[in-house]
Nanobody, 126 residues
């Protein structure tokens, strides 16, 4: 099991940037794909970005393509989500999660991710 802790959320204005971090401990993090999910009030939790275990493959939801960048530093057991040009629609609770069963691909299915962090709140004001 991987333990995950997110950080970096906050209240920003539209157009600003934030960088979220997902720090992992426990089972070898470097063999797990990792995803960032967003849950807005009253909505389902959806994936916004994902990265394979080695970082060779990434996925972005259409709504964040070109604005968000996911990266990982396996030496630090950390995955980052750089969020630029933030919009009010980006508001929500952001969670990171790991999929250790398919390390070399990036699943977009929420049920593929077994370990979850507690999340960090991102609020973008207009």
């Amino acid at each position: 099991q991987v333990q995950l802790v997110e950080s970096g959320g906050g209240l920003v204005q539209a157009g600003d940037s934030l960088r979220l971090s997902c720090a992992a401990s426990g089972r070898t993090f470097s063999v797990c794909a990792t995803g960032w999910f967003r849950q807005a009030p009253g909505k389902e939790r959806d994936i916004v970005a994902g990265i394979s275990a080695t970082g060779s493959r990434t996925y972005y939801a259409d709504s964040v393509e070109g604005r968000f960048t996911i990266a990982r530093d396996n030496a630090k057991n950390t995955v980052y989500l750089q969020m630029n040009s933030l919009k009010p629609d980006d508001t929500g609770f952001y969670y990171c999660a790991t999929d250790c069963s398919r390390p070399f691909s990036v699943s977009t299915r929420i049920d593929a991710f077994a370990s979850w962090g507690q999340g960090t709140q991102v609020t973008v004001s207009s």
